[in-house]
């Protein structure tokens, strides 16, 4: 297992046990799995990549293979790969296939076959299950059926949406409300003004100037409605899982948010969260891969309710998470979970990653400002103070001049950023939405 450890405490690398990760992406979570291999094992790992952006930029850990966007390419360009790596001279090492965007996720499992014919191993849930548990309004649907807490919701299906006479369903519930689409690899190539990955609409009409945009710009999926929770970032909670070939779930973590982000790309990306052992919202998580049948990793997006105290789910994602490196920070290295199961065929016993530290991808003086709440704000800066902290890219294998100087420019982006899209004002006036419920800070928290 891992340890928590500081920006100034990186471990260089263990022993190499014949893997070769394959990563198709280039954001940090690529380069957050990248690390967890090197890590462990020492192993170099492969990004099948669109661009060259910052966090995976200049690092030693990477051999960066450029390929285009569309299915044909990405697959036509990991065929390329896995030739080239039967050709060499590490041709026995097993190649593990990762992403850590939806819409790629379902491209691989419908071209399982070719890719495991190329000797690739794809740690993924058959492809109906995650066309299933990947739409949210099908997540929600499971979630009802095993009793697992959901927000209210409206299911908008824009199927018919181009015929005269089509009309939406009434919203039931109090505006504001949060709307989104059902499945993000159905909208991910949808162009319209003022696309967002999560609106927050205040009022019918502001909704029905949404819903006019999606049925102009073509879009025939989904879109949710929800009743929107009170509470800042706070309330939100994340857990991430990873189920192996036998079903069974082997890996575990949870973590308080305590930012998110908030620019219309990357709404609601956690930027800073501490590990948080929160049993309750586990054992739901297990049980919803039980009942669907769920295999390899998985991320859900939570929040606690402050009106009843209910932690309520929103959706399943079908991949390991862009913060996936609060995992190895707490306590467990996904990457070893991965491959005992996939690679050696080791039944591990589970376990979970609960050692408390704080991951954050922004400045430690920014987010002082931006916890509002007093215990958790002592709660942080004593895991700062114990430099129980981390940052994905701050990794000391890998840290030439050219990178931290990224790192850096990236911390200062955030701070204009935040004042752009989250000003404090804005902040203070959703933090008054804390009203109630709100468990105490786990067991051995600074307070």
Known sequence: MSKPVSS??????????????????????????????????????????????????????IDLVLSGSETEAIVGTLLRVAAEHAAGPAASDRLVLLTNMDWVVRDLVHHREALEAAGYVLPFADADTIDRISDKAEFLAACAEIGVPTPA?????????????????????????????????????????????????????????????????????????QDMIPGDDTQMRSVTTYTDTSGRVTMRCSARVLLEERTPAARGNPSAMIVEEIPEILEAAAR?????????????????????????????????????????????????????????????????????????????????????????????AGLMKAKKTVHPLRYRADAGWRRRLYVLQALVNHVRKYRTYYPLSELRRVHAGNTAATPAPAPGATA
């Not at 190499?16 to 940090?28: A, K, L, M, Q, W």
């Not at 390899?296 to 009106?307: E, H």
């Not at 065929?345 to 003086?365: I, N, Q, S």
Request: charged share 25%; glycine share 10%.
């Open 8 to 61: 100034s405490d990186q471990t260089t690398g263990g022993v190499r046990e014949g893997v070769r990760p394959v990563i198709v992406g280039s954001d940090i979570g690529v380069y957050a799995l990248a690390r967890s291999f090197h890590e462990r094992y020492g192993a170099r790992t492969t990004v099948v990549a669109f661009a060259e952006p910052g966090p995976i930029a200049h690092s030693r850990i």
């Open 153 to 225: 919701t409206v299911v908008q299906d824009f199927a018919r949406a181009g015929e005269p006479g089509w009309q939406p369903q009434p919203v039931p519930f109090e505006f504001p409300v949060i709307a989104k689409a059902a499945s993000s690899a159905d909208y991910h190539g949808v162009r319209f003004e003022g696309k967002k990955k999560i609106f927050e609409i205040a009022t019918p009409e502001e909704l029905d100037k949404l819903y006019a945009s999606l049925r102009e710009a073509g879009y025939r999926g989904r879109f949710l409605v």
């Open 288 to 380: 919803l891969h039980e009942h669907t049948g769920w295999r390899g990793f998985a991320n859900f997006d939570v929040k606690l309710d402050p009106r009843d105290g209910t932690y309520r789910f929103f959706e399943q994602n079908p991949r390991i998470g862009r913060n996936n490196y609060y995992v190895t920070a707490g306590g467990v290295n996904p990457a070893e979970v991965l491959v005992d199961d996939v690679v050696h065929g080791v039944r591990r016993e589970p376990a979970t990653a609960r050692d408390e530290v704080l991951y954050a991808v922004v400045p430690h003086a920014m987010l002082r400002r931006y916890v509002l709440d007093p215990v958790l704000s002592s709660r942080v």
